[in-house]
C-alpha cells in the first residue's frame, strides 16, 4: 500500500487544511469586528453617509468571515472525533472543558449579539 494515500496521513492533511482555514478566518473576523464598530460609532456622532456605507460595506465582510469561521470550527469538532478519537479520549480531559467552554460562551455570545446587530439595525 502507498504510505501517502494511508488513513493516516490524509486524516492529517485533512486536518491540517481545516485549521490553517479556521486560523485565516477568525483574526480576520476578530479584526472586521473592530473594523466594523468604528465605523458604525463614527456613523452615530457625525451622522455623515459616506460612515453608514463603510459599515455595511465591512459588515458584510464581517458577517461571511465569521460564517466561514463557524464552518471551519465545526468540522474542526467533528474531526476531533472522528480522525482524533483516540487523541481526544487521551487528552479529553484537559481539552474538552476549555473546547465547550469556547463553543457554548463564544459561540453563542458572538451568534447573539451578531443577530442584534442584524436584525435591529433600525429597531435598536
Do not use: C
Request: no cysteine.
Amino acid at each position: 500500500m502507498n504510505d501517502i494515500l494511508s488513513p493516516l496521513i490524509l486524516s492529517q492533511w485533512q486536518f491540517g487544511l481545516t485549521t490553517i482555514y479556521h486560523f485565516l478566518f477568525i483574526p480576520i473576523t476578530i479584526g472586521m469586528a473592530t473594523t466594523t464598530a468604528v465605523f458604525q460609532t463614527a456613523w452615530y456622532r457625525t451622522a455623515k453617509v459616506r460612515y453608514l456605507h463603510l459599515t455595511q460595506f465591512f459588515g458584510k465582510i464581517f458577517l461571511i468571515n465569521f460564517a466561514m469561521g463557524v464552518v471551519t470550527g465545526i468540522v474542526q469538532e467533528f474531526q476531533f472525533g472522528m480522525n482524533w478519537s483516540t487523541y481526544s479520549r487521551f487528552v479529553g480531559d484537559v481539552f474538552g472543558a476549555p473546547l465547550a467552554m469556547e463553543g457554548l460562551l463564544a459561540f453563542f455570545l458572538e451568534a447573539t449579539f451578531i443577530g442584534l446587530w442584524i436584525f435591529g439595525w433600525d429597531k435598536l
